[in-house]
T-cell receptor
Framework: AQSVTQLGSHVSVSEGALVLLRCNYSSSVPPYLFWYVQYPNQGLQLLLKYTTGATLVKGINGFEAEFKKSETSFHLTKPSAHMSDAAEYFC??????????????FGKGTHLIIQP | EPEVTQTPSHQVTQMGQEVILRCVPISNHLYFYWYRQILGQKVEFLVSFYNNEISEKSEIFDDQFSVERPDGSNFTLKIRSTKLEDSAMYFC??????????????FGPGTRLTVT
């Protein structure tokens, strides 16, 4: 079975500082990994994904993540935080049930706080 | 840009009542999903649906839950007899039948269900 662990339920950074949100996964097969963002009272928006190929993936809003198989990690980074980045961030891994209708298993989420 | 829509945005119901949550997936998508998020907790997979039948369901998706695609455009989640613990945000998602490398689920804005 696939699982995701997000270290740190809350992360606080200053505006302009580096953002680093940690995600570790467990998967018995090559994983498909995702980062979603959820703004208050809104749905889930895909930031970026890793399926195959290049291990450094770039997403929207200046975010990127690097798939590291040896560390079973998929940490999300952004060089310079902006106030508008304040939100809940979820890491997810594709469930593998053998069919094409696999759902996603989410981590518990990290609440990103941006200090002015 | 095509998007997943959900109605209603907020549903209040009394314990024991039946509710139907509605979703309109993106028109050319073939895989459909329901997830729920209890307030302050992570997003949890409920069920996936493909080719007019359930592909996979979680342990949460018991006999009180059912899904249906009644008319080729809507995708519904029915809870037969609601309990207080069913109070949550319910998200619908869909994806197309593209290459595995393009695997991506598109989420709707959610329906907040409050059971009193």
């Amino acid at each position: 079975a696939q699982s995701v662990t997000q270290l740190g339920s809350h992360v606080s950074v200053s505006e302009g500082a580096l953002v680093l949100l940690r995600c570790n996964y467990s998967s018995s097969v090559p994983p498909y990994l995702f980062w979603y963002v959820q703004y208050p009272n809104q749905g889930l928006q895909l930031l970026l994904k890793y399926t195959t190929g290049a291990t450094l993936v770039k997403g929207i809003n200046g975010f990127e993540a690097e798939f590291k198989k040896s560390e079973t990690s998929f940490h999300l980074t952004k060089p310079s935080a902006h106030m508008s980045d304040a939100a809940e961030y979820f890491c997810a891994v594709r469930k593998y049930s053998g069919g094409g209708a696999d759902g996603l298993t989410f981590g518990k989420g990290t609440h990103l706080i941006i200090q002015p | 840009e095509p998007e997943v829509t959900q109605t209603p945005s907020h549903q209040v119901t009394q314990m024991g009542q039946e509710v139907i949550l509605r979703c309109v997936p993106i028109s050319n998508h073939l895989y459909f999903y329901w997830y729920r998020q209890i307030l302050g907790q992570k997003v949890e997979f409920l069920v996936s649906f493909y080719n007019n039948e359930i592909s996979e369901k979680s342990e949460i998706f018991d006999d009180q839950f059912s899904v249906e695609r009644p008319d080729g455009s809507n995708f519904t989640l029915k809870i037969r007899s609601t309990k207080l613990e069913d109070s949550a945000m319910y998200f619908c998602a869909s994806r197309d039948r593209g290459l595995s490398s393009s695997y991506e689920q598109y989420f709707g804005p959610g329906t907040r269900l409050t059971v009193t």
